[in-house]
């Protein structure tokens, strides 16, 4: 059980063109299903983001921790382009569905508000 006051650190991997957004700071907000794993991920927490099968990594802040009960609700209340500034609505809904099929979106939502911290090998 960690300490409330103790910030915790997630290593998650992205695909690289939405890691290439994130260590820009251009993408402030990720998407992911509300999975066990996460379910303390809290406002203050850090996240080191990878891409698999590499040595990039970027370090964000975790500000706010929203959960949602679909993705179109999610786009909806943080805004399309905080979540993918280069795709539309329609396309980033297509996207993150490929990657998340309806039992994995079924678990609910969670948009994490970032900020960037640090960059390694971008």
């Known amino acids: 059980m960690s300490d409330s006051t103790?910030?915790?650190?997630?290593?998650?991997?992205?695909?690289?063109?939405y890691f290439g957004l994130v260590a820009a700071g251009e993408k402030t907000i990720e998407v992911r299903v509300k999975y066990p794993h996460l379910a303390n991920l809290a406002k203050g927490d850090t996240i080191r983001f990878g891409?698999?099968?590499t040595d990039r990594t970027c370090d964000v802040s975790v500000l706010r921790v929203t959960e949602y009960?679909?993705?179109e609700a999610l786009l909806d209340g943080e805004g399309s382009a905080n979540v993918n500034p280069t795709a539309s609505r329609e396309q980033q809904l297509a996207n993150i569905r490929a990657i998340y099929p309806p039992e994995k979106e079924a678990l609910g939502v969670l948009a994490i508000?970032?900020?960037l911290l640090s960059t390694g090998l971008v």
């Open 113 to 115: 508000k970032i900020e």
């Open 69 to 71: 009960s679909n993705f």
């Open 6 to 17: 103790t910030a915790d650190v997630y290593e998650l991997h992205l695909y690289p063109n």
């Open 51 to 53: 891409v698999k099968g």
